[in-house]
């Protein structure tokens, strides 16, 4: 079992910028991958970025360029900075770790970007 605890969501105007972190505890060797995944009202949740085990990064399209993934080297909390943030941005960010039993998920923490 591995448990996730988020925090670092918030308002914040367009063109500001946040930090997410997510702690993960429990079961931690057995993560390979870590990354964040977002659902805006009314939509889908949808993929946002990854960083493996071996420090390999992915981005939605969306967010290539504006957004950082990072991690601890002992792998027990991921790191996301959110940089020129757009509305568009705005979504209930979840944390997600990648296990060999299984991916496992925090509560979410809300991020909303306006004016």
């Known amino acids: 079992q591995v448990q996730l605890v988020e925090s670092g969501g918030g308002l914040v105007q367009p063109g500001g910028s946040l930090r997410l972190s997510c702690a993960a505890s429990?079961?931690?060797?057995?993560?390979?991958?870590m990354g964040w995944y977002r659902q805006a009202p009314g939509k889908q949740r949808e993929f946002v970025a990854t960083?493996?085990?071996?420090?390999?990064?992915d981005y939605v399209d969306s967010v290539k360029g504006r957004f950082t993934i990072s991690k601890t080297n002992a792998k027990n909390t991921v790191y996301l900075e959110m940089n020129s943030l757009k509305p568009e941005d705005t979504a209930v960010y979840y944390c997600?770790?990648?296990?060999?039993?299984?991916?496992?998920w925090g509560q979410g923490t809300q991020v909303t970007v306006s004016s």
């Open positions: 997600n770790v990648k296990t060999g039993v299984g991916p496992y």
């Open positions: 429990g079961s931690i060797f057995s993560i390979y991958a």
């Open positions: 960083i493996t085990s071996g420090g390999s990064t």
